[in-house]
């Protein structure tokens, strides 16, 4: 990444999440001098620091992880691990950004986190060629495969306009909670994959996607009643081209940021923001985070939102 791309990228604090005066930027403020209105903002941005820290400062800023996790439950945590790829190639979840979400769930209590994606490569070589395979089990999580049509069961999707139902993972179906990981990147298909589409990793069919609406079904697929309670957005280190695998670490990018968000629309949104300081893809052209909107997952509009943003 060169010295201008990194000058745009650091408009993370700025340019990429606008707020207007007497909106995001008052609540800020009044949650400062209000502490009973400060238990946690509804998007938090963090940039310049290393995965692991930048997670928990946001997480703190949220509230903390106790706030989302409560003691005896089983969680899930859905990164993209989708390619044979190693973490330098961006076409993955940072791994050390799961092992640390893992270790914070069992530290709120959580009695097992488990982490899964419904790979495109080998789901051996993905889980170990990402490190994230490596990562969670060094923090105390279990990593489940996906590559088999008997790890799913369906699910309705009455709110869906296309897609009315599907089968999805049955570590989705039966965990009391689950934290959406994507990392941020281009993709041929969709321009950009952020936390929307990484629910095409919690689903069997995703042929059915591609021939009947791409970007309708990826939206309606949100509608599925057991949403995140988190959606953590890796942007610490950013594929840039060529995706969802990319041909080398030329196409990446290395801007260290992280999104943090309940309302899954509003972090695609702040996450394509960013990604436009590096590399010219308007949000229009990922329809899916409109189409979301549309399906009342959440706000594009995010200047009206609690944003807090950290620097480190």
């Not at 990194?6 to 008052?26: C, H, N, Q, R, Y």
């Not at 998007?43 to 949220?62: S, T």
């Not at 394509?272 to 594009?300: C, D, W, Y």
Request: overall charge positive; proline content about 5%.
């Amino acid at each position: 990444m060169n010295r201008r791309d990194f000058l745009k990228a650091s408009a993370l604090t700025g340019a990429a999440i606008i707020m207007k005066p007497g909106t995001a930027a008052d609540l800020m403020v009044q949650s400062a001098q209000n502490p009973a209105t400060g238990a946690g903002f509804d998007l938090v941005a963090a940039m310049g620091g290393e995965p692991e820290p930048m997670f928990r400062q946001a997480i703190a800023e949220m509230g903390g992880m106790k706030k989302f996790i409560k003691p005896g439950w089983q969680v899930v945590v859905k990164p993209n691990a989708a390619w044979d790829r190693p973490p330098e190639r961006a076409a993955n979840t940072n791994p050390e950004l799961v092992g640390e979400i893992v270790r914070h769930c069992l530290e709120a209590g959580a009695r097992e986190v488990i982490v899964f994606d419904n790979t495109c490569d080998d789901w051996r070589r993905a889980y170990t060629a990402s490190g994230i395979e490596a990562a969670t089990r060094a923090a105390g999580g279990r990593m489940m495969p996906a590559h088999q049509k008997s790890y799913y069961r369906s699910a309705s999707l009455p709110e869906g306009k296309i897609l009315k139902s599907t089968l999805i993972h049955q570590a989705i179906l039966d965990c009391d909670a689950w934290i959406n990981v994507p990392i941020l990147k281009h993709h041929g298909g969709t321009h950009l994959t952020i936390a929307m589409k990484n629910y095409m990793g919690i689903v069997w069919d995703r042929r059915f996607f591609h021939w009947n609406g791409l970007q309708q079904c990826i939206a309606d697929s949100c509608t599925y009643s057991k949403r995140p309670v988190l959606n953590i957005v890796d942007a610490y280190r950013v594929l840039t081209a060529n995706g969802p695998q990319g041909r080398s670490e030329a196409d990446v990018a290395t801007p260290k940021a992280l999104f943090i968000s309940q309302d899954i629309v509003a972090v695609d949104t702040a996450s394509a923001r960013f990604f436009s300081q590096i590399r010219n893809i308007p949000i229009e052209s990922v329809s899916h985070i409109a189409k979301g909107q549309e399906l009342n997952l959440g706000t594009m509009d995010i200047d009206q939102l609690n944003v807090k943003r950290i620097r480190l």
